[in-house]
């Protein structure tokens, strides 16, 4: 008989090796942190606010400014899923309704890919767009991953065909947005040992398991794009989808001075990294944009500047209802000239781009 086959009669060794089998379902499991720290409601911004990054196609503006007057927010950027008609239209009904407080980006229209005049044809849209006041374009993650050619082929985010939509924005001066790819679990299986679990379980759909392409081949496309076209101003959204490792996000910003950072659905990662969050928010002060992704909301708001202005500990990051993880996060109290370039300069410079 081994040593590891006797039963523990210490009474210490019996209660550091005791373990348990639970059978409590994950999806009832709603521990109640038990901590006491100091907790700050944070009800305004420091500064004036300027949401980069929502959708808000589907509300109505006066409902929209109602939450911005309570939350402090100056500005929101609706980035358009509609194409066509129904995104100009969108887009004159938020800034007829108020022209200092929306803003709009256009969503890349892929119908009539199969044109052989589709480049001329997304060039012509892109300037209706702008003329709609239209300051910026965004393309989603289904360039790279599902967009496919006349010919039946995917699309790569590099082809040289679409090389000239990028110099377009430049000569337009609008900045172009990627959200190519997502969270790295996205990529893996939906199992136990997914830290997405729960998320992936209510939008299955938003797995990449089967992915044509890893996600490193995507954001290679992606960044090769960016560096054949420096006179064009480039968007990631999302930390540039690479939230889990701050360090390939500054290698980025680095390599390219034309590419800034939205931090939009991104605080559950960067409040679980505090300290390397605030060393890379000092750093990169200059390129970094504030973005919710979240239906606008009084205390989701909060949430965003509780995380930016506070020392606080251990709470509970802005997010849609599945939860993006089971963790907290840590506020990285910024000082206060990071917070206004954050908050809005950063945005405003790039706003102000297109101005005629
Ligand atoms: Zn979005």
Request: glycine share 4%; charged share 25%; with cysteine.
């Amino acid at each position: 008989m081994g040593p590891q086959d006797e039963k523990p009669n210490d009474m210490f060794v019996a209660m550091v090796s005791a373990k348990a089998e639970v059978d409590c379902r994950l999806s009832d499991f709603a521990p109640r942190s038990q901590l006491k720290v100091a907790a700050h409601t944070v009800d305004r911004p420091r500064f004036p606010v300027i949401d980069y990054h929502n959708h808000l196609d589907s509300l109505a503006p006066e409902d929209v400014l109602r939450v911005m007057d309570a939350s402090g927010i100056e500005k929101i950027v609706n980035i358009t899923m509609r194409t066509g008609q129904a995104a100009l239209d969108t887009m004159d009904r938020f800034h007829r309704a108020a022209p200092s407080r929306f803003a709009s980006i256009g969503w890349m229209d892929w119908t009539g890919i199969e044109r052989p005049d589709f480049i001329q044809l997304t060039l012509d849209r892109l300037e209706r767009c702008v003329e709609h006041g239209a300051c910026g374009i965004k393309f989603w993650k289904d360039l790279g991953l599902t967009v496919r050619d006349a010919s039946g082929n995917l699309l790569r985010i590099d082809d040289v065909r679409l090389a000239p939509i990028f110099d377009k924005a430049a000569e337009l001066r609008i900045p172009v947005m990627f959200h190519t790819t997502d969270p790295d679990a996205f990529f893996t299986p939906i199992d136990r040992f997914n830290e997405r679990y729960e998320e992936l379980a209510a939008h299955p759909d938003w797995a990449f398991q089967a992915s044509p392409i890893p996600k490193a081949l995507v954001l290679e496309q992606r960044n090769r794009v960016i560096a054949r076209h420096p006179k064009t101003i480039f968007v990631g959204a999302h930390l540039a989808e690479s939230s889990e490792d701050l360090a390939a996000v500054s290698k980025l910003l680095d390599l390219y001075p034309n590419l800034y950072v939205d931090i939009s659905a991104r605080v559950s990662e960067l409040g679980r990294q505090p300290y390397t969050a605030r060393k890379f928010f000092l750093k990169y002060a200059d390129r970094i944009l504030f973005g919710a992704d979240l239906l606008p909301d009084v205390e989701m708001y909060r949430l965003y500047y509780r995380f930016l202005e506070t020392a606080d500990e251990y709470f509970e990051y802005p997010s849609h209802a599945s939860r993006q993880g089971r963790w907290n996060i840590y506020g990285i109290f910024l000082p206060d000239d990071v917070l206004l370039k954050v908050y809005r300069e950063n945005a405003l410079s790039l706003l102000r781009l297109g101005a005629r």
